[in-house]
């Protein structure tokens, strides 16, 4: 299995940007697909989740301003970031289980997100 991401970049404070990951390997329908992001010299935090029947969760700091989605056909997660801070600058990685499970057990490399002011 491979988790692979991209749209990951540079942006402005106020911006946006659209991160997408590909799971390779697995049939993503029956998973949970999650975001997660790591800000220099912090540890790995949550930022979003959807379950395979739909149940969507996000952290505090992102709600309201990021929607996460998923395509099952594309076996694919995206995070639509808007309203984007400084705050947000972190490396973002996705994040797969195992059928039917909750806890992440798949994760990918990670793609950078820096947001200037």
């Known amino acids: 299995v491979q988790l692979v991401e991209s749209g990951g970049g540079s942006a402005q404070a106020g911006g946006s940007l659209r991160l997408s990951c590909t799971a390779f390997?697995?049939?993503?329908?029956?998973?949970?697909m999650g975001w997660f992001r790591q800000a220099p010299g912090k540890e790995r935090v949550f930022v979003a989740a959807?379950?395979?029947?739909?149940?969507?969760e996000y952290s505090d700091s992102v709600k309201g301003r990021f929607t996460i989605s998923r395509d099952n056909a594309k076996s694919a997660v995206y995070l639509q970031m808007n309203s984007l801070n400084f705050e947000d600058t972190a490396v973002y990685s996705c994040?797969?289980?195992?059928?039917?499970?909750?806890?992440?057990?798949?994760w990918g490399q990670g793609t950078q997100v820096t947001v200037s002011s």
């Open positions: 959807l379950s395979g029947s739909g149940i969507i």
């Open positions: 390997g697995v049939t993503s329908s029956r998973r949970r």
């Open positions: 994040a797969l289980s195992q059928a039917y499970g909750v806890s992440f057990y798949y």
